[in-house]
């Protein structure tokens, strides 16, 4: 039966309650009054009122799944969701025209969208729209309603996305923390200071609400859990840093009201003749403030479990204490000693850090205050204990000395010094931090210190997992740490220490005990669930969508939206090579990133409605038609106009759907074994594309059909027979085997969430006896491993020897992709190529990495005769091109984002030496084309590239290695031709369609002979 707003169990609500602070600024609020079995407390610093027991995540879900709340007409909810909300509000029609007008393609996104109707209006108006909504029924009415709008359950499915819009409509006031949804979004990159907020809520302070509290119309909880006034949207706005808020009254009233005495009447009288408020955002730098210090809530536990426990370890020095918190940054440490200590001095260099720390935490004997002197001008013997966490790292050598003779100085004759600073050996994995100036390891630290302090004690803080054992209903002994339970002795190693802390004194000082921080604020095991879940549950949302097109936005739309970075959220789910390239392969099969061997985007950029999200490509356009132009007067390369080739008029070549040409057809009457094909979808893709190649080269020996799942949206492949049957269909398998009668299945493995329908698949085929099957693995992922399979052939050696190193050596075997060379086969011929280089990728993490381009960059710098192509699009884009302007030398290149397939082989003409600055390469299909034109290559000596050309000679093992391999190229350009010689003929040799074609024939007869021979065997032992 369904639940009632008056039929939840409070009582499980109360029993754990999630809240009972101010939302906004964490007061406790005073008790105001109890609706409905709920109470709801008011905070007069905020002017905000909230409930203080507020439902459980699983009881609001059960709640708003309900078609009941949307058109029951019960309390709280609509009798009519559609007729009782303004599809149209003048404000929205302004802000979307307003924003529209300065913005190509712009995108919005809509917390709370319920039906979609305000993203319907966007999209009318060409706009990008994606909605989340975590209403079951509301989910299915808009995406019945809306096939363009991509819709999630959840804001951790949304793709990261800087969005130049966020609609949050009569939503806020359904959440006990508006901060959690705040924080995802900005960790998520998805509001920006450019990004427009636009709220609207019931107003709290309203005439109304004030003159019957209680029998407000909008109080029902559990629906409506905040309520807020114009003062508490400016306290919580201006805790985000939002510099520009406009909040305003919205449908007046005609009674009036006085508003409580102790509360911000300045901002709120104003709208005590509104029953609702509209704020619009924009200018807020809480992203990047987020990340270059710590506030607690955002971004992982692993933050939080780097910063949280110094702080609980410095409290047991803190208590009773005068203290000095030295780099306090957002203040939550400092506030956290503040809570035992005499007194607290909390100091920053960063006047925005301590404005947002004053705001956010106040005591009595708090005190905040800027210092750009080290402490030198403060008072000798002045403090009984200083911390400082994370801060020395940030100054040069000199100053960190000078740092620590100031700490001793400020020290009382026993005061103690607690001071901390990340391992190097970890903030590598990181990734470079521009603002740690120098970073020390463990021995360099020790000497820093010693040099101001005779006593010392260091520690290792490292970050670990485990689980705890707690007796039930007995006295508890003392925590009993345990650990290496699984490891002998001589086997166990020490864990890396994530930082250095060294606690210090002039006097003597006793080591602390091993000190454990055990996070109790949440339930791991559901929280690492819901976590797992929801990745998942992204990837798959998204990958249904790209193989469906089931909200009707294209594939192509979707995995920019998406960008490849989307994948970082699940590097601690699955092992992250597997799950990003099984995605990857995913989406590339879909969105026809291969086709013969070439990543393939069709974009028309700059174009209005072009399907690029957010791609911001009005500036862009003029900095593709850039190319650079050598002036022997100066000696350097100056950017001139050169307009990009028209792209190709017409359908021809445009990659809708293939059409199949055989190229050898049988004679009339011969035999034919018959291939099936098994693939999840055929969409327009590299997976595909090896089938249309293998039914072109060997239709005369073979007949093929295919069995997919979900078929092209953009219609048939004309001339390839394929069979539809989902994964719910596959009873039917069996019944299509017999009518079809294969001599042999061919299995195409991408992974990801098809697993079940091949497993379906292979169970089904496996069920027919004799047949034998291959599988190809043409990604690096791990193989499906199925007792059936008679062969697995993967793309490259590497792969095989990375993902496939437990079989049996005569179960493997390794076909390189074949590609179409013919329209490469020309030797490159551009004028005055011999000095330049080229990079063809899809510019995206899950093939380069953001310093990828410092490998040209540095090819320049060192020979600035050279110029540079950088000829693909994607998220990492822009800021290639920020690093040439950084590094100074952005006239040496030209970065033409995607082009058209048919103008590629012209751009390879501009270059001699083709640059891979990749870090992982499966197999590397842009390789061999420049190899076909005679193009040396260049670059790391990972993954198949060593394989692909040959030799790992002219490959670098790092930067400087590989850039001084291709200078040495560059200058000597008989051997670089020579070498060109050499790779054209590895390429035509190694590389070629036909070639692929011919070994995988041989493959289908050694297998179809041994059926054979296995067959006649059985037929023999029949006979004896």
Same mark, same amino acid.
């Given at each position: 039966?369904?639940?009632?707003?008056?039929?939840?169990?409070?009582?499980?609500?109360?029993?754990?309650?999630?809240?009972?602070?101010?939302?906004?600024?964490?007061?406790?609020?005073?008790?105001?009054?109890?609706?409905?079995?709920?109470?709801?407390?008011?905070?007069?610093?905020?002017?905000?009122?909230?409930?203080?027991?507020?439902?459980?995540?699983?009881?609001?879900?059960?709640?708003?799944?309900?078609?009941?709340?949307?058109?029951?007409?019960?309390?709280?909810?609509?009798?009519?969701?559609?007729?009782?909300?303004?599809?149209?509000?003048?404000?929205?029609?302004?802000?979307?025209?307003?924003?529209?007008?300065?913005?190509?393609?712009?995108?919005?996104?809509?917390?709370?969208?319920?039906?979609?109707?305000?993203?319907?209006?966007?999209?009318?108006?060409?706009?990008?729209?994606?909605?989340?909504?975590?209403?079951?029924?509301?989910?299915?009415?808009?995406?019945?309603?809306?096939?363009?709008?991509?819709?999630?359950?959840?804001?951790?499915?949304?793709?990261?996305?800087?969005?130049?819009?966020?609609?949050?409509?009569?939503?806020?006031?359904?959440?006990?923390?508006?901060?959690?949804?705040?924080?995802?979004?900005?960790?998520?990159?998805?509001?920006?200071?450019?990004?427009?907020?636009?709220?609207?809520?019931?107003?709290?302070?309203?005439?109304?609400?004030?003159?019957?509290?209680?029998?407000?119309?909008?109080?029902?909880?559990?629906?409506?859990?905040?309520?807020?006034?114009?003062?508490?949207?400016?306290?919580?706005?201006?805790?985000?840093?939002?510099?520009?808020?406009?909040?305003?009254?919205?449908?007046?009233?005609?009674?009036?009201?006085?508003?409580?005495?102790?509360?911000?009447?300045?901002?709120?009288?104003?709208?005590?003749?509104?029953?609702?408020?509209?704020?619009?955002?924009?200018?807020?730098?809480?992203?990047?403030?987020?990340?270059?210090?710590?506030?607690?809530?955002?971004?992982?536990?692993?933050?939080?479990?780097?910063?949280?426990?110094?702080?609980?370890?410095?409290?047991?020095?803190?208590?009773?204490?005068?203290?000095?918190?030295?780099?306090?940054?957002?203040?939550?440490?400092?506030?956290?000693?503040?809570?035992?200590?005499?007194?607290?001095?909390?100091?920053?260099?960063?006047?925005?850090?301590?404005?947002?720390?004053?705001?956010?935490?106040?005591?009595?004997?708090?005190?905040?205050?800027?210092?750009?002197?080290?402490?030198?001008?403060?008072?000798?013997?002045?403090?009984?204990?200083?911390?400082?966490?994370?801060?020395?790292?940030?100054?040069?050598?000199?100053?960190?000395?000078?740092?620590?003779?100031?700490?001793?100085?400020?020290?009382?004759?026993?005061?103690?010094?607690?001071?901390?600073?990340?391992?190097?050996?970890?903030?590598?994995?990181?990734?470079?931090?521009?603002?740690?100036?120098?970073?020390?390891?463990?021995?360099?630290?020790?000497?820093?210190?010693?040099?101001?302090?005779?006593?010392?004690?260091?520690?290792?803080?490292?970050?670990?997992?485990?689980?705890?054992?707690?007796?039930?209903?007995?006295?508890?002994?003392?925590?009993?740490?345990?650990?290496?339970?699984?490891?002998?002795?001589?086997?166990?190693?020490?864990?890396?220490?994530?930082?250095?802390?060294?606690?210090?004194?002039?006097?003597?000082?006793?080591?602390?005990?091993?000190?454990?921080?055990?996070?109790?604020?949440?339930?791991?095991?559901?929280?690492?669930?819901?976590?797992?879940?929801?990745?998942?549950?992204?990837?798959?949302?998204?990958?249904?969508?790209?193989?469906?097109?089931?909200?009707?936005?294209?594939?192509?739309?979707?995995?920019?939206?998406?960008?490849?970075?989307?994948?970082?959220?699940?590097?601690?789910?699955?092992?992250?090579? /597997?799950?990003?390239?099984?995605?990857?392969?995913?989406?590339?099969?879909?969105?026809?990133?291969?086709?013969?061997?070439?990543?393939?985007?069709?974009?028309?950029?700059?174009?209005?409605?072009?399907?690029?999200?957010?791609?911001?490509?009005?500036?862009?356009?003029?900095?593709?038609?850039?190319?650079?132009?050598?002036?022997?007067?100066?000696?350097?390369?100056?950017?001139?106009?050169?307009?990009?080739?028209?792209?190709?008029?017409?359908?021809?070549?445009?990659?809708?759907?293939?059409?199949?040409?055989?190229?050898?057809?049988?004679?009339?009457? /011969?035999?034919?074994?018959?291939?099936?094909?098994?693939?999840?979808?055929?969409?327009?893709?590299?997976?595909?594309?090896?089938?249309?190649?293998?039914?072109?080269?060997?239709?005369?020996?073979?007949?093929?059909?295919?069995?997919?799942?979900?078929?092209?949206?953009?219609?048939?492949?004309?001339?390839?027979?394929?069979?539809?049957?989902?994964?719910?269909?596959?009873?039917?398998?069996?019944?299509?085997?017999?009518?079809?009668?294969?001599?042999?299945?061919?299995?195409?493995?991408?992974?990801?969430?098809?697993?079940?329908?091949?497993?379906?698949?292979?169970?089904?085929?496996?069920?027919?006896?004799?047949?034998?099957?291959?599988?190809?693995?043409?990604?690096?992922?791990?193989?499906?491993?199925?007792?059936?399979?008679?062969?697995?052939?993967?793309?490259?050696?590497?792969?095989?020897?990375?993902?496939?190193?437990?079989?049996?050596?005569?179960?493997?075997?390794?076909?390189?992709?074949?590609?179409?060379?013919?329209?490469?086969?020309?030797?490159?011929?551009?004028?005055?190529?011999?000095?330049?280089?080229?990079?063809?990728?899809?510019?995206?993490?899950?093939?380069?990495?953001?310093?990828?381009?410092?490998?040209?960059?540095?090819?320049?710098?060192?020979?600035?005769?050279?110029?540079?192509?950088?000829?693909?699009?994607?998220?990492?884009?822009?800021?290639?091109?920020?690093?040439?302007?950084?590094?100074?030398?952005?006239?040496?290149?030209?970065?033409?984002?995607?082009?058209?397939?048919?103008?590629?082989?012209?751009?390879?003409?501009?270059?001699?030496?083709?640059?891979?600055?990749?870090?992982?390469?499966?197999?590397?299909?842009?390789?061999?084309?420049?190899?076909?034109?005679?193009?040396?290559?260049?670059?790391?000596?990972?993954?198949?590239?060593?394989?692909?050309?040959?030799?790992?000679?002219?490959?670098?093992?790092?930067?400087?290695?590989?850039?001084?391999?291709?200078?040495?190229?560059?200058?000597?350009?008989?051997?670089?031709?020579?070498?060109?010689?050499?790779?054209?003929?590895?390429?035509?040799?190694?590389?070629?369609?036909?070639?692929?074609?011919?070994?995988?024939?041989?493959?289908?007869?050694?297998?179809?002979?041994?059926?054979?021979?296995?067959?006649?065997?059985?037929?023999?032992?029949?006979?004896?």
């Amino acid at each position: 039966m369904d639940k009632k707003p008056d039929d939840l169990d409070h009582g499980a609500a109360s029993a754990a309650p999630r809240a009972a602070s101010c939302p906004i600024c964490r007061a406790d609020g005073h008790v105001f009054l109890s609706v409905n079995g709920y109470d709801i407390r008011r905070c007069s610093s905020c002017a905000v009122d909230f409930v203080a027991n507020p439902p459980t995540d699983a009881q609001l879900k059960e709640y708003y799944d309900r078609a009941q709340w949307f058109e029951g007409a019960e309390h709280g909810g609509y009798a009519s969701y559609d007729e009782q909300t303004d599809v149209s509000p003048p404000w929205l029609v302004e802000l979307l025209d307003r924003i529209g007008a300065r913005k190509s393609s712009p995108s919005v996104l809509d917390v709370g969208c319920a039906y979609g109707t305000h993203l319907a209006l966007a999209r009318s108006k060409g706009w990008q729209c994606f909605g989340v909504e975590p209403s079951q029924h509301a989910r299915e009415v808009a995406l019945e309603r809306h096939r363009g709008i991509y819709l999630t359950e959840t804001l951790q499915e949304i793709p990261p996305h800087r969005f130049d819009l966020v609609l949050i409509l009569d939503v806020i006031e359904h959440l006990a923390d508006p901060y959690k949804m705040f924080y995802d979004m900005f960790a998520a990159g998805q509001i920006g200071p450019e990004t427009v907020v636009a709220m609207t809520t019931p107003n709290a302070r309203s005439a109304s609400a004030l003159n019957d509290p209680k029998g407000w119309q909008f109080r029902h909880p559990p629906s409506h859990l905040t309520y807020y006034s114009g003062a508490a949207f400016q306290a919580l706005l201006t805790r985000l840093r939002f510099g520009n808020i406009r909040i305003e009254g919205q449908h007046p009233l005609k009674e009036t009201a006085a508003l409580h005495p102790d509360e911000d009447a300045e901002r709120n009288q104003k709208l005590v003749g509104y029953a609702g408020l509209l704020v619009i955002a924009d200018g807020s730098d809480f992203a990047h403030f987020m990340q270059e210090r710590y506030v607690p809530g955002t971004w992982s536990e692993l933050t939080a479990y780097e910063h949280l426990p110094r702080y609980a370890l410095a409290k047991q020095y803190a208590r009773g204490r005068s203290v000095l918190d030295f780099g306090c940054g957002t203040g939550y440490g400092a506030a956290g000693l503040a809570s035992v200590a005499d007194s607290v001095l909390a100091v920053d260099i960063d006047d925005s850090a301590l404005a947002y720390a004053r705001l956010l935490h106040r005591a009595d004997n708090l005190t905040f205050q800027r210092n750009d002197t080290f402490c030198e001008d403060l008072p000798a013997a002045s403090f009984d204990f200083v911390s400082c966490f994370e801060v020395i790292e940030h100054i040069r050598p000199d100053d960190q000395q000078r740092l620590l003779r100031s700490f001793s100085r400020l020290l009382k004759p026993d005061g103690v010094l607690l001071l901390s600073t990340p391992n190097p050996a970890v903030t590598a994995l990181y990734g470079e931090n521009e603002y740690h100036l120098k970073e020390m390891d463990e021995q360099e630290f020790r000497t820093a210190v010693a040099a101001c302090f005779e006593h010392r004690v260091f520690m290792a803080q490292t970050l670990i997992s485990g689980a705890m054992f707690t007796p039930q209903g007995v006295d508890v002994a003392p925590l009993q740490l345990t650990s290496n339970l699984l490891q002998p002795q001589a086997a166990v190693q020490q864990p890396t220490a994530a930082v250095w802390v060294a606690l210090c004194s002039h006097a003597p000082i006793e080591a602390p005990a091993n000190q454990l921080y055990i996070d109790n604020t949440r339930d791991y095991v559901s929280h690492r669930v819901d976590v797992i879940k929801t990745h998942n549950k992204n990837l798959l949302h998204r990958y249904e969508a790209f193989r469906g097109g089931a909200q009707a936005m294209s594939a192509e739309q979707l995995l920019v939206a998406a960008g490849r970075d989307a994948l970082k959220r699940v590097d601690n789910l699955v092992p992250l090579g /597997t799950l990003r390239n099984q995605f990857s392969r995913a989406a590339d099969d879909t969105v026809n990133w291969m086709r013969s061997g070439l990543h393939r985007v069709r974009r028309r950029l700059g174009a209005a409605g072009d399907g690029s999200l957010g791609a911001d490509t009005s500036d862009l356009v003029a900095e593709f038609n850039k190319e650079p132009v050598w002036d022997d007067a100066t000696g350097r390369y100056a950017l001139i106009d050169d307009p990009l080739p028209a792209p190709p008029s017409g359908n021809a070549g445009d990659g809708s759907i293939y059409v199949v040409r055989p190229k050898h057809l049988p004679d009339a009457g /011969t035999h034919r074994p018959t291939i099936l094909h098994f693939i999840p979808n055929v969409f327009v893709g590299g997976s595909t594309q090896l089938i249309i190649d293998l039914v072109e080269h060997l239709s005369d020996q073979y007949q093929h059909e295919v069995v997919a799942s979900a078929l092209a949206p953009q219609g048939m492949h004309a001339g390839l027979p394929v069979h539809q049957l989902r994964l719910r269909e596959m009873r039917e398998l069996p019944k299509l085997l017999r009518r079809i009668s294969p001599d042999l299945v061919h299995i195409h493995y991408w992974g990801l969430s098809d697993d079940p329908w091949y497993k379906a698949a292979l169970e089904g085929v496996r069920s027919t006896s004799g047949i034998p099957i291959v599988e190809n693995i043409n990604t690096p992922i791990a193989p499906l491993i199925d007792k059936g399979v008679d062969r697995y052939v993967f793309v490259s050696n590497y792969v095989r020897n990375e993902f496939a190193s437990g079989l049996a050596g005569a179960l493997t075997e390794v076909i390189h992709p074949g590609i179409d060379l013919s329209r490469f086969s020309a030797p490159f011929n551009g004028v005055d190529a011999e000095n330049a280089i080229g990079m063809v990728y899809r510019l995206e993490r899950d093939k380069l990495a953001e310093d990828s381009i410092d490998l040209l960059i540095e090819v320049v710098k060192r020979r600035p005769r050279t110029r540079a192509y950088v000829i693909g699009g994607g998220g990492l884009l822009r800021g290639y091109m920020q690093r040439t302007v950084d590094a100074g030398v952005r006239a040496n290149f030209r970065f033409t984002g995607y082009v058209p397939y048919e103008t590629l082989p012209g751009w390879y003409d501009r270059f001699s030496v083709f640059v891979a600055p990749v870090w992982k390469e499966s197999f590397g299909q842009v390789a061999p084309l420049a190899m076909s034109k005679r193009i040396t290559v260049g670059g790391y000596r990972v993954g198949a590239l060593p394989e692909i050309i040959g030799t790992s000679e002219p490959l670098g093992r790092d930067l400087d290695e590989a850039a001084a391999r291709i200078v040495e190229a560059l200058n000597d350009p008989e051997s670089c031709k020579a070498e060109g010689v050499r790779l054209q003929e590895r390429a035509h040799a190694m590389f070629s369609v036909e070639g692929m074609c011919r070994k995988y024939a041989t493959l289908y007869g050694e297998l179809l002979a041994e059926r054979t021979e296995d067959a006649q065997m059985r037929v023999n032992a029949r006979t004896i």
